[in-house]
């Protein structure tokens, strides 16, 4: 354990969460902890799965199957994952994830991406970069990420900004601001990131549970299976509430 900063309220930034021994100013650093979020499954499968979703116009998947745990990192404090396969099907499609966070990446150019598989060829994505490679004798496309150093040189100067991803970023808010101006749903709007989310999830509880789940929307439920279902709503430490809709209204 280490000494708690004067100027740091430990116990009010932990929230409803278990108040874990103190190792340290916890930002970033909280997502190695499953009491704080949901693994790398929550972290890095969401974003892959909801692009995927979004260019196959796929909604809540039929039923998630997951499996791993902490194959090789047995020594570091982190308790997330550091293996982790999970498969979330639909009709007539899986979408499967893995992860590892030790060893190599089996593709060095894209280690956290995405690849769908088609009857012309094989797309592959990342924050980076993609690559279409098509069937046959057909010229492989690729393009790399697109920068706006010169056009918001703010960028260059702001040293914690993901120079990559400040572009999408930007897009994003575009798209927010113009959807509450024309009373549109913005690209990214809360139902599909739910959806995304929540299968991240029910993938995570599948894994600790090591059987399938199937998620019923309507009833935001686990279908027969209580045990799951009460994986859905977090445990709450003394002193905090967990919200139930409705409670504000």
């Given amino acids: ?26 930002h970033r650093r909280w997502r190695a902890f499953m009491e704080y979020g949901n693994g790398i499954m929550g972290d890095m499968c969401v974003h892959m799965l909801d692009t995927v979703r979004w260019m196959l116009d796929l909604g809540w998947p039929k039923r ?53 598989y088609g009857e012309k060829g094989t797309l592959k994505g990342s924050v980076m970069q993609y690559e279409f490679i098509p069937e046959g004798d057909g010229k492989t496309i690729q393009k790399d990420v697109i920068y706006e150093r010169e056009k918001y040189p703010e960028d260059v100067t702001e040293k914690d900004i993901e120079l990559h991803a400040a572009p999408a970023t930007r897009g994003h808010m575009l798209d927010f601001l113009a959807a509450i101006d024309q009373g549109t749903k913005p690209i990214a709007n809360i139902q599909e ?30 279908i027969e299976d209580p045990e ?9 430490r003394e002193g905090w509430k967990h919200p139930v809709p409705g409670m504000f209204s």
Wanted: a negative charge; aromatic letters at 14%; one cysteine or more.
């Fill in 64 to 116: 998630i199957t997951s499996s791993g745990g902490i194959y090789v990192q047995k020594d570091a404090d982190a308790n997330i994952a550091d293996t982790q396969t999970a498969v979330f099907e639909y009709d007539d499609l899986d979408c499967v994830w893995n992860h590892r966070s030790w060893g190599t990446p089996a593709d060095p150019d894209y280690p956290w991406s995405f690849i769908l």
């Fill in 1 to 26: 354990p280490k000494p708690i900063p004067e100027y740091f309220d430990y116990d009010f930034w932990t929230g409803p969460s278990p108040l874990l021994e103190f190792k340290g100013l916890p």
């Fill in 193 to 222: 990131g739910h959806i995304s989310t929540a299968s991240c999830i029910l993938a995570n509880m599948a894994m600790e549970l090591k059987r399938p789940l199937i998620y019923n929307q309507e009833s935001m439920s686990v």
């Fill in 228 to 236: 799951a279902t009460k994986l859905l709503q977090r445990g709450y």
